[in-house]
């Protein structure tokens, strides 16, 4: 039982340069989400999914798209990366709140953005 | 709105003294609360919550958190802090008010850098 898996772990990028980074939970979760962590500013919340084939927008969407085609996987698109995006990426996931849980976020450990 | 402050970027504690890591919240309703703990290098684990109930709550490794409705604080403690219970601690907040797509939203403090010293 992996949990939450995100790849690539590390990537450089170039300003303008465009990339995916996926996030694949084998828990069955129903909810999933995208945060940024900078150092000083917590944790804020990119993009969430309630569900295969919906998104919406968290706290700082702009400039990141995302898609659930799936279930299990949950990517983050960079369309045209700028230096403002290096940052450490974590996806988490969770049960829904129909589910009579009330329970916690489930994360994976990251993927290091840099871009230059 | 829902709003969560950690006034301290970083404790410092000896090997074996207690330990307590503050987070107070604002939440327009009754709040669910979080902490999570996160070692270098890896993502957050989640370590206790408090959503009803009694106010003492106990968790993963030995910490325990203390729901204060009057203080609206939510203050995490350990009786005898070991040296690998070094990393950064978040509180969360999320109103149980909210409900309907996006209601699993958590609103994260900054963390705390927890150091304890051998």
């Known amino acids: 039982n992996a949990g939450v898996t995100q790849t690539p772990k590390f990537r450089v990028l170039k300003t303008g340069q465009s990339m995916t980074l996926l996030c694949a939970q084998d828990?069955?979760?129903?909810?999933m989400y995208w945060y940024r962590q900078d150092p000083g500013m917590g944790l804020r919340l990119i993009h969430y999914?309630?569900?295969?084939?919906?998104?919406a927008k968290g706290e700082v969407p702009d400039g990141y798209n995302v898609s659930r085609l799936k279930k299990q996987n949950f990517l983050l698109g960079l369309e045209s990366a700028a230096p403002s995006q290096t940052s450490v990426y974590f996806c988490a996931s969770s049960y829904s709140e129909f589910s009579g849980v009330t329970g916690e976020l489930f994360f994976g450990e990251g993927s290091r953005l840099t871009v230059l | 709105a829902q709003s969560v402050a950690q006034p301290e970027d970083q404790v410092n504690v000896a090997e074996g003294n207690p330990l307590t890591v503050k987070c107070t919240y604002s939440?327009?309703?009754?709040?669910?609360l979080f902490w999570y703990v996160q070692y270098p290098n890896r993502g957050l684990q989640f370590l206790l919550k408090y959503i009803t109930g009694d106010n003492l709550v106990k968790g993963s490794y030995g910490f325990e958190a203390e729901f204060n409705k009057s203080q609206t604080s939510f203050h995490l403690k350990k009786p005898s802090a070991l040296v690998s219970d070094s990393a950064l601690y978040f509180c969360a907040v999320r109103d149980i008010r909210n409900s309907g797509a996006g209601s699993y939203q958590l609103t994260f403090g900054k963390g705390t850098k927890l150091s304890v010293i051998p």
């Open positions: 939440v327009s309703g009754n709040p669910y």
């Open positions: 828990m069955n979760h129903e909810y």
């Open positions: 999914s309630v569900g295969e084939g919906t998104t």
